[in-house]
C-alpha cells in the first residue's frame, strides 16, 4: 500500500509552473526578468465581459447552476460553433467547464477505463500525458516530424492505434509550435480514425489566433460519422483574455456530454455562476475587442521571426497560429557557458535565467529536448530585449 496513489505518484510536476514560480521570485527580488514563459494573453479581459460579470452578481446570479452549466450559455456556444465552425450542436451535446483544461479532464475521465490507452503526438502541451494518467489512462506519444511541422500524419496515426487506443488528442492551431492542419491532413486523419472507430479530442483554444490569414477547421465539421467520435473542446482563456476566469467548455455526441455532466456534477458541481455570466458576456463581446488582439500578436510574432532569422545559431518552426515560437537550440548543445556544458533544452532554460533574466519553456517540458519555447504574449519591448539577451548569450559561448 502506498500512501500517496500509485497513480498520482507517476504524475510529472509541471515543469511550467516550476520555471514561472522562480521567475517570479527573481522579479519579487528587483530583478529585471523577461517573462517568455507564461502561455497566457497580457491584455486584461474586455470591460464589456467584465461588466456582464459585475451584473450578474448584482442581480444575485450568485446560486447553483445546472451541472452541465446555464441553458443560456449553452444556447450561445451552440449558435458559436455554428456561425464559426459549421457545426450543429443542441445545448444538450455541449457542457460548460472551468477552463478548457478542466474540459479535457473531465472528457478523458468520463470515456477512459483502467489501461485504456490515448495517443499523444510530440511535442505535446505539458499537460495532455498527465491529464490521461489522473483519469485511469496511460498516455502513448506518437512520434512526429519537423518537417512536417511536427504535425502527425494519417501513416503516423495508422501506424500508432493498437487494440487497446481509445482516443487521440488532436491539437490545432498547436502549443507549443502555432502549427495549423489542413482541411486536407484532418480529412486523412479523420479516414483513419473512423477506420479504427477512436476519439478524437480535439483541443481548439487557440482557434482565434490564427495569423497570414489561415482558417481554422474544426475537424468535427468534415462530416456526421466524424462528429460522433469528435470531443471538441474550445473556451475562453485565450481569445478572450480570461484565463484567470477558469471558464471552458466541451462538445460531443450526448452520451458523451451526459457522462461528462455527471463527472462534474460530482466534482465541482458546475463551474462559478459569475464566471458563467462573464462567458455569456464574452459570446457577445464585439469582434473587433478579439481581432485587436491578433493584430497585436501578429506584430510582435512578426517581429520575432525577423529577429531569430538574424541569429544563425538559431532555428525555428514558422508560427501560423497561437503565439508561441518554438525555437531549436540545439546547435547550442555541446558548447560551454563559464564552465558549464550544454546538455539539453534544460540546461540552456537554466542558464538563460540565472544569468540572463530570461524566463522561457525548456522544449524537454514538451518532449522535444532540442528546443525551447518562448511565448510572444507579452510586450514588444520585453520581446526586443528578451531576444538581444538570446543573442548576446550565444557570443559568450566557448
Ligand atoms: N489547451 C492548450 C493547448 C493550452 O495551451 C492551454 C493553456 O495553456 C489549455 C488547453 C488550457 O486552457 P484553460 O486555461 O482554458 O484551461
Redesign the pocket.
Known amino acids: 500500500k502506498t500512501r500517496i496513489s500509485e497513480k498520482v505518484l507517476e504524475v510529472k510536476p509541471s515543469i511550467t509552473l516550476a520555471i514561472t514560480a522562480k521567475a517570479k521570485e527573481m522579479i519579487e527580488s528587483g530583478m529585471d526578468v523577461i517573462g517568455f514563459g507564461a502561455?497566457?494573453p497580457d491584455f486584461d479581459t474586455p470591460e464589456f465581459i467584465k461588466d456582464a460579470a459585475i451584473k450578474a452578481i448584482h442581480e444575485g446570479r450568485t446560486k447553483y447552476t445546472a451541472a452541465v452549466g446555464v441553458l443560456e450559455l449553452r444556447k450561445l456556444i451552440a449558435q458559436k460553433l455554428k456561425r464559426d465552425n459549421g457545426l450543429e450542436y443542441s445545448p444538450d451535446q455541449i457542457i460548460v467547464n472551468s477552463?478548457?483544461?478542466?474540459?479535457?479532464s473531465t472528457a478523458f475521465q468520463s470515456i477512459l477505463n483502467p489501461g485504456d490507452e490515448v495517443l499523444v503526438p510530440v511535442p505535446y502541451?505539458v499537460?495532455y500525458p498527465e491529464i490521461v494518467r489522473i483519469a485511469g489512462g496511460v498516455p502513448v506519444f506518437l512520434k512526429t516530424k519537423k518537417e512536417n511541422d511536427f504535425k502527425m500524419t494519417a501513416e503516423d496515426l495508422d501506424k500508432a492505434i493498437t487494440s487497446k487506443t481509445k482516443a487521440i488528442y488532436l491539437?490545432s492551431p498547436?502549443?507549443p509550435v502555432g502549427a495549423v492542419y489542413t482541411k486536407k491532413e484532418l480529412e486523412e486523419l479523420a479516414k483513419v480514425i473512423l477506420r479504427h472507430e477512436i476519439f478524437v479530442v480535439s483541443?481548439e483554444?487557440?482557434e482565434r489566433l490564427l495569423y497570414d490569414g489561415e482558417k481554422h477547421i474544426s475537424i468535427a465539421s468534415l462530416g456526421e460519422e466524424i462528429k460522433e467520435w469528435t470531443i471538441l473542446?474550445n473556451?475562453?482563456?485565450?481569445s478572450h483574455a480570461m484565463?484567470g476566469w477558469?471558464?471552458?467548455y466541451t462538445a460531443a455526441s450526448k452520451d458523451v456530454i451526459t457522462a461528462m455532466g455527471k463527472v462534474q456534477g460530482h466534482a465541482v458541481s458546475h463551474p462559478s455562476s459569475i464566471t458563467q455570466y462573464a462567458g455569456i458576456g464574452a459570446l457577445q463581446c464585439p469582434d473587433h475587442f478579439l481581432s485587436e488582439m491578433v493584430e497585436e500578436y501578429d506584430v510582435r510574432r512578426k517581429f520575432c521571426v525577423d529577429r531569430l532569422n538574424q541569429i544563425k545559431e538559431l532555428s525555428y518552426i514558422y508560427p501560423k497560429g497561437?503565439f508561441y515560437v518554438f525555437i531549436d537550440v540545439s546547435k547550442l548543445f555541446g558548447r560551454t557557458f563559464k564552465g558549464k556544458v550544454i546538455e539539453g533544452s534544460m540546461d540552456y532554460a537554466n542558464l538563460m535565467l540565472e544569468h540572463y533574466q530570461v524566463a522561457l519553456v525548456p522544449g524537454i517540458a514538451f518532449g522535444a529536448d532540442e528546443f525551447v519555447r518562448i511565448s510572444y504574449a507579452t510586450a514588444l519591448e520585453q520581446i526586443e530585449k528578451g531576444l538581444d539577451r538570446m543573442e548576446a548569450f550565444i557570443k559568450e559561448l566557448d
Not at 473556451?235 to 485565450?238: E, F, R
Open positions: 502561455g497566457e477552463g478548457a483544461k478542466h474540459s479535457l502541451w499537460s491539437n498547436s502549443n483541443d483554444i487557440y473542446v473556451g475562453m482563456s485565450k484565463t477558469r471558464i471552458g497561437a
